[in-house]
Nanobody, 124 residues
């Protein structure tokens, strides 16, 4: 089992940047592929980005490609989401998740563990 704690959220103006972190504890971090999801008010939780166990493969939703970068540091048991050129539509609670899958996963049901989330608000 693994415990996940997100940090780094906040209020930022459109065009600004934030870096989210997700610190993991428990079972060996490199055993999990990792993902970031977000949930806007009144909307379903949606996939944002994912990274393989080694960090060698990543995948992001189209709307964040070129703006968001997912990365991980297995020595620090931490996964990151660097968010640049933020837009108001990026506003939401961002969740970190871990999956026992061997490959990158994009569906909520494929993830086994979740953090509590961190709020990101992008103002106009």
């Amino acid at each position: 089992q693994v415990q996940l704690v997100e940090s780094g959220g906040g209020l930022v103006q459109a065009g600004g940047s934030l870096r989210l972190s997700c610190a993991a504890s428990g079972r060996t971090f490199s055993s999990y592929a990792m993902g970031w999801f977000r949930q806007a008010p009144g909307k379903e939780r949606e996939f944002v980005a994912a990274i393989s166990r080694s960090g060698g493969s990543t995948y992001s939703r189209d709307s964040v490609n070129g703006r968001f970068t997912i990365s991980r540091d297995n020595a620090k048991s931490t996964v990151y989401l660097q968010m640049n050129s933020l837009k108001p539509e990026d506003t939401g609670v961002y969740y970190c998740a871990a999956t026992n899958n061997r490959i990158i996963a994009t569906l909520r049901r494929d993830y086994d563990y979740w953090g509590q989330g961190t709020q990101v608000t992008v103002s106009t």
